[in-house]
Nanobody, 120 residues
Framework: QVQLVESGGGLVQPGESLRLSCAASGITVSAVAMGWYRQAPGKERELVAA???????NYGDPVKGRFTVSRDNAENTLYLQMNSLKPEDTAVYYC??????????????WGQGTQVTVSS
């Protein structure tokens, strides 16, 4: 059974940093492309960052230069280092295998996410 558990969110001020974690079970994060996604109230879910099985990374334009995705293969955990946070980064953040996003039967594997709130 696949389980994705996000953690590390919180309330921070603009300019501060957070590190999100995604502990995975039932799936090997180094074997598939994994993405960090976020959804703000009233907005569509968007891809924030992704890392391929080979370690290649890519980022959404709003976070380029501020966020870094990485993983610990031994711990089977995905990370998102978020620096210079802005109020517009406020959202619930999720991790999910990129190739599963369009697969209806895989939607049940979305985790609860972790709330990030950036406010002064």
């Amino acid at each position: 059974q696949v389980q994705l558990v996000e953690s590390g969110g919180g309330l921070v001020q603009p300019g501060e940093s957070l590190r999100l974690s995604c502990a995975a079970s039932g799936i090997t994060v180094s074997a598939v492309a994994m993405g960090w996604y976020r959804q703000a109230p009233g907005k569509e879910r968007e891809l924030v960052a992704a890392i391929t099985g080979g370690g290649k990374t890519n980022y959404g334009d709003p976070v380029k230069g501020r966020f870094t995705v990485s993983r610990d293969n031994a711990e089977n955990t995905l990370y998102l280092q978020m620096n210079s946070l802005k109020p517009e980064d406020t959202a619930v953040y999720y991790c999910f295998p990129s190739v599963w996003v369009q697969i209806e039967s895989a939607q049940k594997y979305w985790g609860q996410g972790t709330q990030v709130t950036v406010s002064s």
